[in-house]
Structures are given as C-alpha cells and as structure tokens.
C-alpha cells in the first residue's frame, strides 16, 4: 500500500501526541508539587497525569529535569505576566500590580519556589534562558516606573526579585488570604516614591460591603489592581470590567 503522503505544514500525530503527553505531564507535576512538595516519586505524578510511567520517563529522564522544567514554566508564567501588565496602566501600577500578581502566584507554590533558590546548581540552560527573560521583562517594568516617578529611585531589579520571594513566604505563613495579603501590600508600598503610609488597593483589598453599591468608592480595581475611572454620576465601580468581576465572583464560589 503506498502511504499517503503529509500535507505541507502537518503535525506528524505521533509528534503530536507525544507533544501533548509532555504537557500533561508538566501541568500534573506543577499541580502535584505545589500539593504534596518537590519529593513525589516519579510514579504518582504518572498516576495522577494518567500516562504510564515509561511515558513521564521518556520526556524527563530523571526527576531532576522534570523539576527543572516546572520551574522554567513557573518563571515563564511570570514573564507571561509582566507582559501582559507592561502599558496596560500607569507605569507605577503595573510594576506593583505585576509584583503583587507575582507573589499570589508564588505563595501557591511555595514548594516550588523553595526549589528555585535551593542549591540544586541552578541554572540549567532551560531554566536560565527562562530567568534571562524575567529579568528583562521585570527591568523594563521597572524603568518605565522609574521615569514615571512613581517609584523610589534606589530600587533595583534584584530587590525586586528579592521582594518577590520574600513576599510570597509571607504570604503562605497566613492561612488567611486576606491578612497575608494585606501584609504583601504593606511591603510594596514601600516602593512608592509618596508616603508608605498613603492608601494603596490591591485585590486583596475587601470592601466593607460585598455589594456593588457601596457607599465608598474605590480607587483601584479591587481585583486586579488597575486605577479605577472616576464617574461623576452612577454607582462607584469596584471592577475595571467584566473579566475582572466574573474573577472575583468565582473566588467568592470557591472560598
């Protein structure tokens, strides 16, 4: 039978598959290490991804390259992160709404984090490809809050990725979200270039009211961090739009 040739541009399915194994694998074992810590056996991150375990060893030989490769994703989703915050506001807001974002995510996977500055030799070339792009990215956030004004001038790029680490420690000491997060916003507003002291809103920020309509209006997004636009008439907002809303009232479900 003569084989039926591939379309230019197609994906062997094999390829595909196998590309696909990779990344349940890699979403398992984030999930997993984040859960349990970094000394899960091989085994159970395959029973919980449900490949067998020949599969999990075939892309990552030795559980020291599966670590490796969850933290490159966690630094990547960091990098994804400032991103997506660089113009999206004011410079000085989207450098602490960055690092409080950072941090929440952090603090969840604190295990995780542990491993990153542990004295494993780290970095590999993955991981240090993925640490060269967060540092970039954090310094181009930093520099744009710098000429903004909005940040103390002696700030520099490793107090930030120091402020990162240490606040998410301290947000996982709290078993409250709230307190622990009030102590992060605390500690970013250190950075500011006006008083520490000055009222600051980010989304650990919990209203007096739960509802819309209350009587003081805020004036950052109580969920994502970002500067609010003052209306003169209608109800105060406590959103910058809908996304962030549907956020808040699914963490409202959940907790």
Known sequence: MTPVP???????AG???ARRNREVVLRTAVRVFAEDGMDVPLGRIAKRAGVGAGTVY???????????AVLA????????????????TAPGEALLGFLFEAIEKSAVRQGVCDALTA????????????????????????????????IRADVQVDDLSALIAGGAA????HRSRAHGMRLVRLLLDGLRTGPVTEPAVFRDAVSRSRHETAAHAVEHC????????????????RYCGPTCRQRARRRRIAG
């Not at 591939?6 to 062997?12: F, Y």
């Not at 994703?73 to 999206?88: N, P």
């Not at 301290?170 to 000491?173: E, I, K, N, Q, T």
């Open 73 to 88: 994703e966690h630094v990547e989703s960091l990098v994804r992160a400032a991103d997506r915050w660089t113009g999206r």
């Open 6 to 12: 591939s379309l230019p541009g197609a994906t062997p």
């Open 170 to 173: 301290l947000r996982s000491a």
């Open 119 to 150: 004295d494993r030799g780290w970095p590999h070339v993955r991981l240090a490809a993925a640490a060269q792009r967060f540092g970039q990215a954090l310094d181009r956030l930093l520099r744009d809050a710098r000429r903004a004004g909005a």
């Open 222 to 237: 109580v969920e994502c961090g970002i500067r609010l636009r003052i209306r003169a008439t209608g109800r105060p907002a």
């Open 15 to 17: 390829r595909a598959d």
């Open 58 to 68: 075939r892309h990552f030989p030795s559980k020291e390259m599966l670590i490796e």
